[in-house]
């Protein structure tokens, strides 16, 4: 149980064009899911919290108008880096919050590679 | 806001042996804990929840919880190779469900 996915797991694009990243929860609910951002050999770095018809929560120094995050449903979230540019290169990470959950435990998804040529 | 602290090693451990991961926080009220291992170019996995003090056993892992030090530890039985990982350990926030990672500790398990 506690299965989450993203789509695509690696995706390279131009500057300037913009990519969609999905993640989804499969087998449970998800009221809450949080986005993170990992450059190589440094810990993650949360960049958003996503919750369920509301809108998201960003973190300090994160753009909310470059990085679009949508939650349109209980299994379903998606980020949207707008213009991208080789600075935007990075692992993106999604992960979620069980609904109901007591204990706030996360299970992340298998993440995407993000290459801006 | 709430400070969670690892070594960051790396702990080299041989093959075998038992590989030991401390983490300690700073809020007092904290009530649950997670461990994540993360390999090299792949997602943190959540490998042991903690939530009350004393040790709670999943196979070749231990965690132990201790609330009046504020510490919290992963014993790795048998370690092996394809342990060699980044150990993270993850506390909630009070409000805001987020969770409060350490800067993770790197396992090299010595085959």
């Known amino acids: 149980g506690a299965v989450v996915s993203q789509h695509p797991s690696r995706v390279i694009c131009k500057s300037g064009t913009s990519v969609k990243i999905e993640c989804r929860s499969l087998?449970?609910?998800?009221?809450?899911m949080f986005w993170y951002r990992q450059f190589p050999k440094q810990s993650l770095m949360l960049m958003a919290t996503s919750n369920e018809g509301s809108k998201a929560t960003y973190e300090q120094g994160v753009e909310k108008d470059k990085f679009l995050i949508n939650h349109a449903s209980l299994t379903l979230s998606t980020l949207t880096v707008t213009s991208a540019h080789p600075e935007d290169s990075s692992f993106y990470i999604c992960?979620?919050?069980?609904?109901?959950?007591?204990?706030?435990?996360?299970?992340f998804g298998p993440g995407t590679r993000l290459t801006v040529l | 806001q709430k400070e969670v602290e690892q070594n960051s090693g790396p702990l080299s451990v041989p093959e075998g042996a038992i590989a030991s991961l401390n983490c300690t926080y700073s809020?007092?009220?904290?009530?649950?804990f997670f461990w994540y291992r993360q390999y090299s170019g792949k997602s943190p996995e959540l490998i042991m929840s903690?939530?009350?003090?004393g040790d709670k056993e999943d196979g070749r892992f231990t965690a132990q919880l201790n609330k009046a030090s504020q510490y919290v530890s992963l014993l790795i039985r048998d370690s092996q190779p394809s342990d060699s990982a980044t150990y993270l350990c993850?506390?909630?926030?009070?409000?805001?469900?987020?969770?409060?990672f350490g800067a993770g500790t790197i396992l090299r398990v010595k085959s």
């Open positions: 809020d007092r009220g904290s009530q649950s």
């Open positions: 992960s979620a919050r069980v609904a109901g959950s007591t204990y706030n435990e996360q299970f």
């Open positions: 993850a506390v909630p926030q009070e409000y805001g469900n987020k969770l409060v």
């Open positions: 087998d449970f609910q998800a009221t809450t």
């Open positions: 903690i939530y009350s003090n």
